[in-house]
């Protein structure tokens, strides 16, 4: 039996996350870098949204669930420090 594709987890690595018995938090960070890594999105906090209410109602406590939460913070933003400006004590 085929599953279906979820457009919002395509290689199923949020979902088979949950099912892994005793995973950690260092390896939920893991498969999420990997998860966001192949977004398309420009925000993907839509889509990790979605998937924190499908499976972070059943699994609150769960590794990945902190995860997603922390995932639907606004991300810092970067600032640029290279070149002669990036090595001088400013």
Known sequence: MTRAKDP???KG???EA???DGIGE???RSIFLDWALSQNAADPRGDIAD???R???DWPEHPMSKV???GLDRP???RRRGGRSGRRNV
């Open 26 to 28: 260092p390896e939920c």
């Open 68 to 70: 997603l939460r922390e």
């Open 13 to 15: 690595l949020i979902r």
């Open 55 to 57: 499976y972070g109602a």
């Open 18 to 20: 949950y099912r892994i």
């Open 8 to 10: 919002k987890d395509p």
């Open 76 to 78: 810092v933003e970067a």
């Open 51 to 53: 998937l924190l209410a």
